[in-house]
Structures are given as structure tokens and as C-alpha cells.
């Protein structure tokens, strides 16, 4: 079955401690997005990529770090400046072609992360 | 900047009944696409509706359908002959159709009650 894949499902951070949360899919998207999810928030987007070896600072980078190196696969690391994480992290995929209305976001079941 | 506004932080409907669920957006754009996603429990984000801004017609599948009123920046999800099975929270979103990216602006959602 075609989807977008996160691990782990829960994760736990202690103190100064960068952590890896992992984003796969198998639909041959172009574009991927990380989001984060805070009670009453809504979802903000921390980075997305649109190809291959490129990625762009979305509204709440810091603290964040990502890598596209395979088009299937768009981790999200959590570094120890990142002084609030505990949220619910959202990865998702499009097509491709911004702008175009097919281009619909599909996204993963998410992962839980909390501080130790 | 374009935003989004959920007024409704939580709402209840009984079992069979109609619900109405309000959103309303600022842009200085005029051709955008607007969303309406369901998060259930499971927290997996499930793409309910989708509205092109250049189409006049109110945008339907099956019990969902949306009043898109452009000049008004209104865009309410109407679920009919509500299910158990609609319990979520729900999230209005706008993306642009002349960005560079597909990124996607969420509001703060509104938490659907229904009650058997």
C-alpha cells in the first residue's frame, strides 16, 4: 500500500540530547513537509523540501534540522536548541508543481514527542 | 500574510443531525485553494474537502459540502446526517496557487462532538 510512514510513533528527548524523527514515502512525491502540532495551535510548518538535496525554513525552524539525500525519505532531527519540544510532529507529501490543484497534502500518523 | 480563523474551538451535534463548522481567511490573493482536513483520534490528518477559489461552485462529497463565500473570506463545512464516525477535530487550511511551495496555512481547528 501506497503512504507516508513515520517512526517512532512515541519518543522520548532527555535533556541536551538531539533526537531523529523519521518520515518515509512510497507514493513517488516530489515535495515533503514537516509540521508541528500544539494544543490549540493548529499545525506549523517547520521545514519542507521540494526536491532532492534542497530544503527551506518554513515559519518555526529553529531548533530544527532536516536532510532530503533520497526523495523517499525526509527526517527531522530535534537538536537540544530547540527548548520546547514536546508537540505531536506531522510529516507530509505532494506531488510536485506548486500551485497546481491535484497537488494534495497526504500525511503520516505522526509521532508523539515528549522531554524526559 | 495570509491567515485562517476557526472561532469555533469546539462544537456538538446529535447523531443524524446537521453541523455547520465556520472558517474565515485573510489573503490579498485572489486565486487560492482552501481545505477542510479531519483529524480523528488516531491523529491521522484525513483531506475531507477541497474548494478552488476561481470556482464559483460551492465544492460537495457525499455528506460534506462547503459555503465558500469569496468576498465574504468565509469558508464553513456543513456535515449532514452526522455519524458517530465524524467525531474529530476539524481544520480549515489555505494554500496559495501562485506560491513556490504547496505549503499549507492551518487554523486552530475545531473539536466535533457527536453525541448518539
Known amino acids: 500500500d501506497g503512504g507516508i510512514t513515520q517512526s517512532p510513533k512515541y519518543l522520548f528527548r532527555k535533556e541536551g540530547q538531539n533526537v531523529t524523527l523519521s518520515c518515509e514515502q512510497n507514493?513517488?512525491?516530489?515535495?515533503m513537509y514537516w509540521y508541528r502540532q500544539d494544543p490549540g495551535q493548529g499545525l506549523r510548518l517547520i521545514y519542507y523540501?521540494?526536491?532532492?538535496?534542497?530544503?527551506q525554513k518554513g515559519d518555526i525552524a529553529e531548533g530544527y534540522s532536516v536532510s532530503r539525500e533520497k526523495k523517499e525519505s525526509f527526517p527531522l532531527t530535534v537538536t537540544s536548541a530547540q527548548k520546547n519540544p514536546t508537540a505531536f510532529y506531522l510529516c507530509?507529501?505532494?506531488?510536485?508543481?506548486?500551485?497546481?490543484?491535484?497537488?494534495?497534502?497526504?500525511f503520516g500518523a505522526g509521532t508523539r514527542l515528549s522531554v524526559l | 500574510a495570509q491567515t485562517v480563523t476557526q472561532s469555533q474551538p469546539e462544537m456538538s451535534v446529535q447523531e443524524a443531525e446537521t453541523v455547520t463548522l465556520s472558517c474565515t481567511y485573510d489573503?490579498?490573493?485572489?486565486?487560492?485553494?482552501l481545505f477542510w482536513y479531519k483529524q480523528p483520534p488516531s491523529r491521522q490528518m484525513i483531506l475531507v474537502i477541497r474548494?478552488?477559489?476561481?470556482?464559483?461552485q460551492n465544492a460537495t462529497e457525499n455528506r460534506f459540502s462547503v459555503n465558500f463565500q469569496k468576498a465574504a473570506k468565509s469558508f464553513s463545512l456543513k456535515i449532514s446526517d452526522s455519524q458517530l464516525g465524524d467525531a474529530a477535530m476539524y481544520f480549515c487550511?489555505?494554500?496559495?496557487?501562485?506560491?513556490?511551495?504547496?505549503?499549507?496555512?492551518f487554523g486552530t481547528g475545531t473539536l466535533l462532538a457527536v453525541q448518539p
Open positions: 507530509a507529501s505532494t506531488l510536485g508543481g506548486a500551485g497546481k490543484a491535484k497537488n494534495i497534502q497526504y
Open positions: 507514493l513517488n512525491h516530489d515535495a
Open positions: 523540501s521540494q526536491i532532492v538535496n534542497d530544503f
Open positions: 489573503t490579498s490573493e485572489s486565486d487560492y485553494y
Open positions: 474548494q478552488e477559489a476561481y470556482k464559483q
Open positions: 487550511a489555505y494554500r496559495s496557487a501562485s506560491g513556490a511551495t504547496n505549503k499549507l496555512i
